[in-house]
């Protein structure tokens, strides 16, 4: 499986961005017990999550630091997954990375660490400007 991750750019801050993570060489249908997370990072950083889905069974995980303002879908017709970004702040500004890996149970803070070993998507870059 490969991911593509896309979207990204410079923006001002307030507003939108929506960054696709385009899954390939899988379909929706094989993808029971996998989820797909958004991480971000900046030079000199770990890579922080800040969404992830479950692709079937509808689990969340939205960071603190995003909450309210990002959200994270996927389209299992398109096997792609989205992170709509609302409000943008100069402190969003990073590489935005997509994975891959198998998961089971609920997505939460103290879980979504799991998805770090799966397969990762080049990033994307979002920077915004005050």
């Known amino acids: 499986v490969q991911l593509q991750a896309s979207g990204g750019g410079v923006v001002q801050a307030g507003d939108s961005l929506r960054l696709s993570c385009s899954l390939s060489?899988?379909?929706?249908?094989?993808?029971?017990?996998?989820?797909v997370g958004w991480a971000r990072q900046t030079p000199g950083k770990d890579r922080d999550f800040v969404a992830a889905?479950?692709?079937?069974?509808?689990?969340?995980y939205i960071a603190d630091s995003v909450k309210g303002r990002f959200d994270i879908s996927r389209d299992n017709s398109k096997t792609t997954a989205y992170l709509q970004m609302n409000n943008l702040k100069p402190d969003d500004t990073a590489v935005y990375y997509c994975?891959?890996?198998?998961?089971?149970?609920?997505?939460?803070?103290?879980?979504?660490?799991?998805?770090?070993?799966?397969?990762w998507g080049q990033g994307t870059q979002v920077t915004v400007s005050s």
């Open positions: 060489g899988v379909s929706g249908d094989s993808l029971t017990s996998y989820a």
């Open positions: 994975v891959l890996n198998r998961f089971r149970g609920p997505l939460r803070a103290a879980t979504v660490g799991d998805l770090y070993s799966g397969s």
């Open positions: 889905i479950t692709w079937y069974g509808g689990s969340t």
